[in-house]
């Protein structure tokens, strides 16, 4: 990554490693143990004010503050696009604060941060995907009293949820939720695994990488250990089911990736190209090879 | 071709380039200084102060010209410098009756002990624009009386309270700690200390029109000004190696202790209750609405109806932070394509649908 940006007067070494102070990290590393050791669910943990304002990632990058070692290798995407602006500034902060190696490769990241999309290159075993959440609580829009949300948890009282994903049917003729799609971990907690467009759902289920939800403003880690089953909600006669477009990739000619629509001409002309940029950029090199 | 998000980098460098540019403003002017702006802006310093939740002026004004006048981004700055502060210990209680009171006044009594004290107010200005100050009028420096800063100067409610007029305050530390709500999330239901912990960080203008709606009957609690004042009070904290309690700082604060109807229940006789407000600095507006919220916040410990959203305990203390509330909303600013390609796909699947029904419909009828 060329540094062209100017060094803002931050005075970086007032600061310690990867930004936080060791006690906070290990505040953090205790809820993420919490979180692991019960998946989806939610742990509440002190959340800090950080450099960057609330709703841009705040908890992603506390969570990947605390995990981050000089041996890691980052990667940080933003609806699948490595050069985001958003993606551009996270990677930016940490290759300065917590001096590690970033990298645009699926495969050569140990830690990925990312917001709205899960890579489309299979994720390995030891790799951390780590999710940017803006509202951690599946129940938030059907129920917003938080008192009321832990209630419903505890007692696995998800009747609403199912509620609504039946009107929703009955009034479209189909599930019209399309992202941030509830998901049953493990039997037990429904988690939101942020707005994540459906289509990246199954690739939660199983996962062998590690996966981390931070939400910073809200102020909640929770967590899907490598392997654990995440069933996305339905019905028998409504099974689940994924976007599929009838274009492919214009750059790679994908048919299998998350497609993204751009509006090329004043006539409104449309092309389709894949969400995310390093799996459509290896496919292209490897056709011209 | 698509170079759209590819310029990422290079329009962020631009773009802080362009900012600090901005920032200065024209070059043929003279730069202002954090002095400046410490003095002749200090009720814009009180208040990132307070909402920064960090007393210290010269950053609160390094962070109002870094933000170019925007409190909000200001207060912002402030915290996340803030966050990463280590943590002492907490103080003792500030005593308020030890103030050497600037201004000191109450609506319920004409005349208390100490006297009122008028001080440095907006309250009796007409509000006309004062041209000389666009001539750079300089003004002679005000008289004042002298002031005997070694008399305390008794609270009203504590006059009230020995009546047993006015609920006591709550009973000091029981010996459990008070939680930190800059270092501990925010659980419910919230004790009060937390309650008033977030009021006092709390966006003066959502606290302004929240305790606005009370008046308005909207949680109504038929308040009244016990008292505000303002001035310096001494800060004192015991370390841990010494165990007794030293001076370490004078601070300026407002308080204000609202004094609020309470038609008594059926074991506790009629009294005064009260919503109390403190704010870093000179803040009468951010104190008194403070003041009304964390009364209205107290219905259900009084056995009030909870009927109006300033007595909404979850609703008051989640939106009350203003830099959450900037972040999230401006958040939208960030790409949402995946989504909303998402959402694209669904409602052309959706309206194909229609599309195809009516279409069906039209062909049955034709052939009828």
Redo the contacts between chains.
């Keep these: 990554m060329p540094d062209t940006i100017p060094e803002q007067d931050l005075g970086d070494s007032a600061y310690n490693y990867a930004y936080l102070d060791e006690q906070t990290k290990r505040m953090i590393r205790r809820a993420i143990l919490k979180a692991v050791a019960v998946p989806g669910y939610q742990v509440p943990f002190g959340g800090r004010e950080m450099p960057l304002p609330y709703g841009w990632g705040t908890g992603g990058i506390q969570v990947t503050a605390a995990i981050i070692g000089r041996d890691d290798t980052l990667k940080v995407i933003d609806q699948g696009a490595d050069d985001t602006t958003n993606a551009v500034s996270i990677r930016r902060f940490f290759a300065r604060v917590a001096d590690v190696p970033t990298t645009t490769r699926t495969e050569e990241a140990t830690v990925i941060q990312t917001r709205h999309r899960v890579p489309e290159t299979p994720l390995q075993d030891g790799q951390i995907l780590v999710f940017q959440v803006p509202i951690p609580e599946p129940l938030r829009m059907l129920e917003p009293r938080e008192t009321e949300t832990r209630t419903l948890h505890a007692l696995s009282e998800y009747g609403v949820l199912r509620v609504s994903l039946y009107e929703s049917i009955a009034r479209h003729g189909r599930i019209a939720k399309t992202y941030n799609y509830p998901v049953l971990v493990n039997g037990r907690y429904i988690m939101s695994p942020s707005p994540i467009p459906k289509f990246d759902n199954p690739k939660l289920d199983r996962n062998p990488a590690l996966q981390l939800y931070g939400a910073g403003r809200e102020k909640r880690i929770y967590a899907v250990p490598p392997h654990t089953p995440v069933k996305s909600l339905d019905f028998d006669d409504h099974p689940f089911e994924i976007e599929r477009w009838t274009e492919c990739c214009a750059l790679c000619g994908s048919t299998e990736s998350f497609l993204d629509e751009m509006i090329v001409d004043d006539a409104g002309k449309r092309r389709f190209i894949c969400s995310d940029t390093d799996y459509c950029q290896e496919r292209q090199e490897e056709q011209s090879r | 071709m698509?170079v759209?998000?590819?310029g990422?980098?290079?329009?962020?460098?631009h773009s802080?380039?362009l900012l600090a540019d901005r920032r200065r403003g024209s070059r043929d002017l003279a730069e202002l200084t954090l002095d400046q702006i410490d003095q002749q802006l200090a009720l814009a310093v009180d208040r990132v102060m307070t909402e920064g939740s960090c007393y210290d002026r010269p950053l609160a004004a390094l962070a109002i010209k870094q933000a170019r006048g925007d409190l909000i981004e200001a207060i912002?700055l402030l915290?996340?410098y803030?966050?990463?502060l280590?943590r002492f210990g907490h103080s003792e209680p500030l005593d308020t009756s030890r103030m050497v009171a600037e201004r000191r006044i109450s609506s319920t009594f004409k005349d208390v002990p100490g006297g009122q004290v008028l001080g440095p107010t907006f309250d009796y200005t007409h509000r006309l624009l004062d041209f000389s100050l666009a001539a750079n009028g300089e003004r002679p420096a005000a008289p004042t009386a002298p002031v005997d800063a070694t008399r305390d100067l008794p609270r009203v409610g504590d006059i009230l309270e020995r009546e047993g007029m006015l609920e006591p305050p709550p009973p000091a530390n029981s010996g459990v700690p008070t939680q930190d709500i800059?270092?501990?999330?925010?659980?419910?239901?919230a004790d009060r200390p937390v309650r008033l912990q977030n009021l006092a960080r709390g966006d003066e203008g959502f606290l302004l029109a929240l305790g606005y709606s009370t008046q308005r009957g909207y949680g109504n609690n038929h308040p009244f000004v016990g008292e505000i004042r303002f001035g310096a009070v001494p800060v004192s904290f015991v370390p841990e190696e010494l165990g007794f309690p030293i001076e370490i700082a004078e601070i300026d604060v407002t308080e204000c202790d609202m004094v609020n109807q309470f038609a008594g229940s059926h074991d506790v006789p009629p009294q005064f209750t009260r919503g109390y407000g403190l704010a870093f600095g000179h803040a009468e507006r951010k104190a008194m609405a403070m003041a009304l919220v964390d009364r209205a916040l107290r219905a259900g410990e009084l056995s009030e109806a909870v009927t109006s959203p300033a007595q909404n305990e979850?609703f008051v203390l989640?939106h009350s932070d203003n830099?959450?509330a900037?972040?999230?909303?401006?958040?939208l600013k960030?790409?949402?394509?995946?989504?909303f390609?998402?959402?694209?796909?669904?409602v052309r699947?959706?309206r194909a649908?229609v599309d195809a029904r009516r279409q069906q419909a039209a062909l049955d009828q034709a052939a009828e």
Aim: proline share 8%; hydrophobic share 40%.
């Design positions: 698509y759209a998000v590819k990422g980098e290079t329009a962020i460098a802080l380039e912002f915290r996340a803030r966050t990463t280590p800059t270092r501990d999330p925010l659980t419910l239901p979850e989640a830099v959450e900037s972040g999230f909303v401006q958040h960030l790409p949402h394509y995946v989504d390609q998402s959402e694209l796909v669904i699947t959706l649908e």
